[in-house]
């Protein structure tokens, strides 16, 4: 089994930026791809961006691209969402997960074995 913490979030002002840590423990040997997700109430959990694990390659969402970077220090068993310029409607609770499978894009919900609990982002006007 594998566990996930989320952790950094809070309350900003927009403009503002936030960093997000993923700290994974248990069997994470295994592990192929990290991301991170969010879900706002009311709406479906939105796929933001994910990284491979071994060589760090990434992608991110388009929705966020350019204001969010996605990161790990894998020595730390550690991923990071680096959040700039943040608005409003980046308000929700925002997920790190974890995957254990082959080769898809992991861009899918079920595209992922593990979950952290989450992470309150709010962001003010």
């Known amino acids: 089994q594998v566990q996930l913490v989320e952790s950094g979030g809070g309350l900003v002002q927009a403009g503002g930026f936030l960093r997000l840590s993923c700290v994974a423990s248990g069997r994470t040997f295994g592990l192929n791809a990290m991301g991170w997700f969010r879900q706002a109430p009311g709406q479906e959990r939105e796929f933001l961006a994910r990284?491979?694990?071994?060589?760090?390659?990434?992608l991110t969402a388009d929705s966020v691209k350019g204001r969010f970077a996605i990161s790990r220090d894998s020595a730390k068993n550690t991923m990071y969402l680096q959040m700039n310029t943040l608005k409003p409607e980046d308000t929700a609770l925002y997920y790190c997960?974890?995957?254990?499978?082959?080769?898809?894009?992991?861009?899918?919900?079920?595209?992922?074995?593990?979950w952290g609990q989450g992470t309150q982002v709010t962001v003010s006007s």
């Open positions: 990284i491979r694990w071994n060589t760090g390659s990434t």
């Open positions: 997960a974890a995957s254990n499978r082959g080769p898809p894009n992991w861009e899918r919900i079920t595209d992922y074995d593990y």
